[in-house]
């Protein structure tokens, strides 16, 4: 992985926002999804079937996507999932917000989660691979990338790119607060600005 000591402010240029809705800590979850969908009858089910140590790793949650509709269940997968968090955000530009389901959460409050990208043309979900293992991931939505922000010894932050099903990691890592060879903090949005010229060159050479 290539490593470039910068550091970054965090939610700059083309950052999307959140819209939650979140029902967290119960055991049965039902999220009515006609309001974020218009026009479909998707029901969000979220089912807690285990008590677990959070640093277990096992799967504690039942996820279902429902169509109303039809009664089809139009997506079921067994998670894990500390906090029963849903979440409703576009992670792939195509202006239809996508399913997050909290995954856990760090000593120091990191959280991460499992995406699910929502057609609503094709009544058909995509579970994305690997995206649990990105920290806090929020969209960028200029360059269709993922960014992620860990609090640690030292703060950093990774950019990624969702192929198909699966989350790449690009190779950058900016890492933050960090001084210059005489000392001197960076200017976050010089350096911030440039990563992103970087990975924007790296995405149009593929």
Request: proline fraction near 3%; aromatic fraction near 10%.
């Amino acid at each position: 992985m290539k490593s470039i000591v910068y550091i970054v402010v965090f939610g700059l240029l083309g950052i999307s926002h959140t819209v939650c809705a979140q029902q967290a800590n119960n055991p049965i979850q039902l999220i009515d999804c006609e309001p974020i969908y218009p026009g479909k009858r998707y029901e969000v089910q979220l089912i807690q079937f285990k008590e677990i140590d959070p640093d277990c790793g096992e799967k504690n949650r039942l996820f279902k996507l429902i169509d109303k509709q039809n009664s089809k269940v139009i997506m079921e997968d067994s998670i894990l999932s500390v906090s029963g968090e849903v979440r409703f955000e576009n992670f792939n530009n195509d202006q239809v917000k996508d399913v997050l389901i909290q995954n856990r959460s760090s000593a120091r409050g990191n959280e991460s989660y499992n995406l699910y990208l929502v057609d609503t043309t094709q009544n058909r979900l995509t579970k994305v691979k690997g995206f649990e293992l990105v920290s806090q991931p929020t969209f960028h939505t200029k360059l269709n990338i993922v960014e992620s922000y860990a609090l640690s010894g030292r703060d950093w932050s990774a950019f990624y790119k969702i192929r198909k099903d699966t989350v790449i990691d690009l190779g950058y890592v900016i890492y933050w607060n960090e001084e210059d060879e005489d000392g001197n903090p960076r200017d976050p949005y010089k350096d911030y600005n440039d990563v992103l010229k970087q990975i924007k060159k790296t995405l149009k050479r593929k």
